[in-house]
């Protein structure tokens, strides 16, 4: 950190009233933003997300009966989530209203060239053309694991082209495993995960780590966030986690989300390693994965969910947490039949 002598950056009657309280010393005054830089560390932006898909799911006619099922809630609760979600959209399709006529757009047309970005209430928004195309909400085969292999191998070489031109908030997936996760399973009193199973998980990550190559992810990587036109990719969405981080996280977080979702009935091993191979080999056909990518796909695996472990307990929802650590034993399992890709 680099430090600033007060007397060159602040008023003489400032330093006067702030040495009634603090003299002679270093003094760190953190940045205003400082928690905003960093939101993917704290909860809130984990629920707000939770709850945009439980909205989303329930525009799709899903009874909340189901969605309480599915989400380990009362149906008392998945109702207040749904009326607070539609407020936010209702709020912000007024607030889109506003924006338009700063595009030069009036009653749906365009009536006159207005600028790409504009400003409203200290944020800044995108206008850009409808890409084609919805989200799926299931796997059906390998050919289509294979697609979102090349898809996502795609977007990590358009990503590496952003971090020429933008500065991106540069996390660590170890830190994480070794910070916040750890302090949650330690206050569960590490249950339902023993300490033992964290302590072999962290330290095989940690041999694994620094030859992992790190970039720019989309961090936030399952069906619903890539569009498909007849069968075929047509575009990414929902880009709120983009951080700087191993690259293979984003792999092993699409694979590991296959296993937490809602299916007719479970994923077997023969068939989840299968999708796996498929996504690889889609993502190589793109662009190569190191060996020490492949080597850590099942440790980086069990590591995010040993971390939704410790985010379900952190918010009482111990249903979820033990979902998540029998998809942890699951993974296992898995390696043990498959060590090496």
Not at 35 to 61: A, C, D, V
Not at 90 to 98: A, D, L, P, V, W
Request: hydrophobic residues 40%; glycine residues 6%.
């Amino acid at each position: 950190m680099r430090y600033v002598n007060a007397n060159t950056v602040l008023p003489a009657s400032l330093i006067a009233a702030i040495q009634q309280y603090y003299q002679g010393g270093c003094l760190y005054i953190p940045s205003e933003n400082h928690r905003k830089n960093h939101p993917t560390t704290e909860y809130s932006i984990e629920l707000e997300k939770r709850n945009q898909h439980i909205y989303l799911k329930h525009l799709e006619g899903r009874p909340n009966r189901v969605l309480a099922v599915l989400y380990h809630l009362s149906e008392s609760s998945i109702r207040r989530i749904v009326a607070r979600e539609r407020i936010h959209y209702q709020n912000m399709k007024e607030t889109i209203r506003q924006l338009l006529p700063l595009w030069g757009i009036t009653d749906g047309r365009l009536t006159e060239d207005g600028g790409t970005y504009v400003s409203h209430q200290n944020a800044f928004f995108l206008l850009s053309k409808k890409l084609p195309g919805s989200n799926i909400t299931d796997l059906k085969d390998q050919n289509m694991a294979r697609k979102m292999g090349c898809a996502i191998a795609r977007l990590h070489l358009a990503f590496l082209q952003c971090e020429k031109e933008i500065t991106f908030w540069d996390n660590s997936f170890l830190e994480e495993m070794k910070g916040w996760v750890q302090e949650n399973l330690r206050t569960s009193g590490w249950q339902p995960l023993s300490e033992a199973a964290y302590l072999t998980a962290v330290s095989n990550l940690e041999q694994l780590y620094d030859p992992l190559p790190r970039q720019l992810i989309h961090r936030d990587v399952h069906f619903g966030n890539f569009l498909f036109l007849d069968g075929n990719f047509s575009g990414y969405i929902d880009f709120d986690l983009s951080q700087k981080n191993i690259r293979i996280f984003v792999i092993c977080y699409f694979l590991t989300g296959l296993l937490a979702e809602e299916t007719a009935e479970p994923i077997t091993k023969a068939k989840w390693l299968g999708i796996l191979n498929a996504v690889i080999t889609g993502y190589e056909s793109i662009t190569k994965l190191t060996e020490a990518e492949k080597n850590a796909v099942f440790c980086v695996m069990q590591c995010i969910e040993i971390l939704f472990v410790a985010y379900f307990t952190g918010i009482g929802d111990v249903q979820s947490a033990n979902g998540a650590y029998r998809i942890f034993h699951f993974i296992q399992d898995c390696e043990n039949e498959c060590p090496l890709i």
